[in-house]
């Protein structure tokens, strides 16, 4: 009869590739499984203000009908966008 080998339970590091402000085109990092997970960092929610409708009625009529959306925040020079998305 063959006996089965025990099991080793000892932690194995991980590797895991992370980008960071230090490292921005990303780098290898052993994680310490054992060591307890650092709390998350407080981030303040964006609050959007949507655009005002009068009623319900003028709502249907934008979902009938469509309507156009531009969105002004967070956009980037119109070079780098080229740039990052040649066709």
């Given amino acids: 009869m063959e006996r089965k ?3 080793d339970k000892t932690p194995v590091p991980r590797r895991v590739w992370r980008m ?3 490292a921005p085109a990303g780098t290898v990092v052993d994680v310490d499984l054992s060591a307890p ?3 998350p960092a407080e981030v303040t929610p964006r ?4 655009a005002p409708v009068p009623d319900w009625r003028g ?3 934008d979902l009938l009908n469509g ?5 002004h925040s967070d956009t980037i020079p119109d070079e780098l966008f080229e740039r990052l ?3």
Avoid: E, I, Q, Y
């Fill in 20 to 22: 960071s402000p230090d």
């Fill in 59 to 61: 709502s249907s009529w």
């Fill in 37 to 39: 997970a650092p709390a």
């Fill in 47 to 50: 609050v959007l203000k949507p």
């Fill in 5 to 7: 080998k025990p099991v």
């Fill in 85 to 87: 998305f040649k066709r």
């Fill in 67 to 71: 309507l156009d959306v531009r969105d």
